[in-house]
């Protein structure tokens, strides 16, 4: 079996493409591997949260993760600032990072230009954070976007360079785990891009019927074909793109013919993406608020998480100092 960690940061609810684009695949390898799923607190420090938020981010996630169907009876789901083994490692490996290629790293660079009055050296030292994430369980295999790949680069680098310091054979590097041509990427609904967290573009999974109702109708689309079988203009390819994970295939056909023959009514296809974007939130809406409602068993499982990463990273820990030379007394 190989072994799989992938995690998320607690900055903000999860959308639609969140949920397609890797939750999906998460729920596939969680059988078939050993899966350790997070939550990157330690990492959402980076743009300092208000205290009286940070619980709260993180609690959500964690039911969004679990509505959602990760089941942490199978994989090891868990809050990383519980694992506080994962620090000593980060410690470890700052030694062997050389300043020079994280000021190269292009998330960094990019946090520089958008948040220029907050460049702490937690953002410099991300990247060795998210690497002692992953070969604190020695994984294989790293579920992540494309946005991630360098940071799996660095991750790879950094296990290489510590195998080779020691003269050792001990860290797997890690593959990003590529879910193939079966990739899915959702839109947004205003018109272009990728659904993300920005207002009006993206729906969440916690959205009420009435919210994602509305957010549909006010999606961007065009001024309707004019000629038989033209091509999709990019808005209402987008709509049609989330219409092929939620609505039945018939009714995607229907709405496609319509659009053929010019007789499409933008406002019907609408109508009816939202409620089958409905029919698909809503069980895990539900299952959210009753997961949030159920605080003996969200710490059940929380406790129950730590305890299997704690497990896995303290081993590592303690292979790790003996391998640098750390004896005792
Ligand atoms: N950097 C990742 C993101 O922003 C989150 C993350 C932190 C992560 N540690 C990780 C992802 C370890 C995979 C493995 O999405």
Known sequence: METVVSGIRSTGNLHLGNYFGAIKNFLKMQRENNCFFFIADYHSLTTHPK??????????????YLACGIDPEIATVFIQSDVPEVTELYLLLNMNAYVGELERTTSFKEKIRKQPDNINAGLLTYPVLMAADIIIHRANK?????????????????????????????????DAYNFGKKLIKIPGLDGTGKMGKSEGNGIFLADTPEVIRKKVMKAVTDSGPTEHNQPHSEPVKNLFTIMNVVSDPSTIQYFKDKYSSCEIRYGELKKQLGEDIVKFTDPIRNRINEILADKKYMAKVVKQGAEKARESASRTIREVREIIGYREF
């Open 142 to 174: 790293v579920p992540v976007g494309k946005d991630q790949e360098q940071h799996l680069e660095m991750t790879r680098r950094f296990a290489r360079r510590f195998n080779t310091m020691y003269s050792v054979d001990y860290f797997p590097e890690p």
């Open 51 to 64: 205290p009286d938020d940070l619980h709260g981010n993180i609690k959500q996630v964690l039911a969004e």
